[in-house]
Nanobody
Framework: QVQLVESGGGLVQAGDSLRLSCTASGLTFSSYCMGWFRQAPGKERDIVASIRRDGSSQSYSDSVNGRFTISRDNAKNTVFLQMNSLKLEDTAVYYC??????????????????WGQGTQVTVSS
């Protein structure tokens, strides 16, 4: 049984930093491209960042490029999202996801096969 478990969300102020983690089990982690998505109330679930299976390539949405960094530790079955210079508009539930269809990065939500339960990030002024 595949499980993706996110952690690290919370309430922060604008300009602060936060680091999300997602630990996977039940799959061969190094065979999966990993992605972070987010969903704000009333909005679609959108890609934030994605990382290739071996970590050698990353892709970011325009809204977070230069502020967020995705990384992974295949030995620990964990993918990270370092979020710096947080803005009010970063408030959302953040989800990690996994796909083995391509090496990655993969930015299309429909191509991901496994999802975590999400972790709330709230940025206040």
């Amino acid at each position: 049984q595949v499980q993706l478990v996110e952690s690290g969300g919370g309430l922060v102020q604008a300009g602060d930093s936060l680091r999300l983690s997602c630990t996977a089990s039940g799959l061969t982690f190094s065979s999966y491209c990993m992605g972070w998505f987010r969903q704000a109330p009333g909005k679609e679930r959108d890609i934030v960042a994605s990382i290739r299976r071996d970590g050698s390539s990353q892709s970011y949405s325009d809204s977070v490029n230069g502020r967020f960094t995705i990384s992974r530790d295949n030995a620990k079955n964990t993918v990270f999202l370092q979020m710096n210079s947080l803005k009010l508009e970063d408030t959302a539930v953040y989800y990690c996801a996994a796909t083995a269809r391509w090496p990655g990065p993969v930015i299309t939500r429909a191509y991901y096969d496994y999802w975590g339960q999400g972790t709330q990030v709230t940025v206040s002024s």
